[in-house]
């Protein structure tokens, strides 16, 4: 089919009607797509070459307009819910007809007001909706660099590799399972450090900063759980590493790094089975 729903084609006028004009690629006339009237530029005539958006209109039709929506096949972008429905979301992409993203394409709650990351796709009924998944539409050319900060959105957490980010909202990058600490959800932003730009452009991302730094504001962290435990933790950095992330949100290495140094200015006392505060 020459004709490409939610892309941006040339197309020429083949037919002239009273609602608007018939478009085609040259040489496939069999094969058209309606503009209607309200869209076509005065003066206009046939043989004239226009460059149109396809897409279908609330009947369900294949129809062309001038307009430039805010998102096209094989991008990714932040659009707006207009509208919560009973299949999905509705997205304002600055067409007439709001753009519908399935309840099985979110990632996290979502409601009105609300901006999305998302791409394009045709579903099985052929109809443009939208995604949340847009790792394939995002770039990997980015200027970032190793020790760079940046900032991001989380569209999707993966047991198996850790955060999926959009760094800028275009950039791919990951932030590894074993720098996700804390809570982390879908739609989240979130400022990073690049540890690594891989071979194929993607960045690696870390929420914690080098070791060096981050040993102060965690034995911060430390003494603010200790005061909210009433002076004594009821585990130690001897404990399995499962209950140190989970109390803490740190791995066990850090954790051990800050009750060392806060052990080294005797801002506590470790027991057998207890940190205490002094």
């Known amino acids: 089919m020459s004709l490409r729903l939610g892309e941006i084609q040339k197309l020429e006028i083949v037919k002239k009607v009273e609602f608007g004009v018939y478009l085609a ?4 006339e069999d094969d058209k797509v309606l503009l209607p009237i309200k869209q076509v530029p005065a003066g206009a005539s046939v043989g004239d070459v226009m460059e149109v958006f396809l897409y279908k209109d609330s009947k369900d039709r294949l129809i062309a307009t001038t307009k430039r929506p805010k998102l096209i096949m094989g991008e990714a972008t932040l659009l707006t819910v207009a509208q919560m429905g009973k299949i999905g979301a509705f997205l304002d992409w600055g067409l007439e007809k709001d753009l519908l993203l399935p309840f099985k394409q979110q ?6 007001g609300d901006q999305v990351l998302v791409s394009l796709y045709v579903d099985k009924s052929e109809r443009l909706c939208a995604t949340m998944n847009v790792y394939e539409h995002l770039l990997s050319n980015s200027s970032y660099k190793k020790d760079d900060r940046v900032n991001g959105r989380v569209y999707e957490i993966s047991n198996n590799f850790g955060a999926f980010v959009a760094v800028d909202d275009k950039y791919s990058a990951l932030i590894p399972k074993n720098e996700l600490f804390g809570e982390i959800e879908p739609g989240q932003i979130i400022s990073a450090r690049v540890i690594k730009v891989q071979d194929d452009g993607r960045l690696l991302l870390s929420i914690r900063e080098k070791a060096y730094l981050q040993i102060d ?6 003494l603010r759980l200790l005061d909210s435990y009433e002076g004594s933790l009821p585990f130690t950095d001897k404990s399995a590493p499962e209950v140190i992330t989970h109390e803490t949100g740190m791995s066990k290495n850090e954790f051990k790094r800050a009750v060392g140094h806060l052990l080294k200015e005797k801002k506590i006392q470790i027991g057998e089975k207890s940190i205490r505060r002094l």
């Open 25 to 28: 690629e040259p040489g496939r």
């Open 107 to 112: 990632r996290g709650r979502i409601k009105e």
């Open 217 to 222: 504001k965690d034995a911060e962290k430390i």
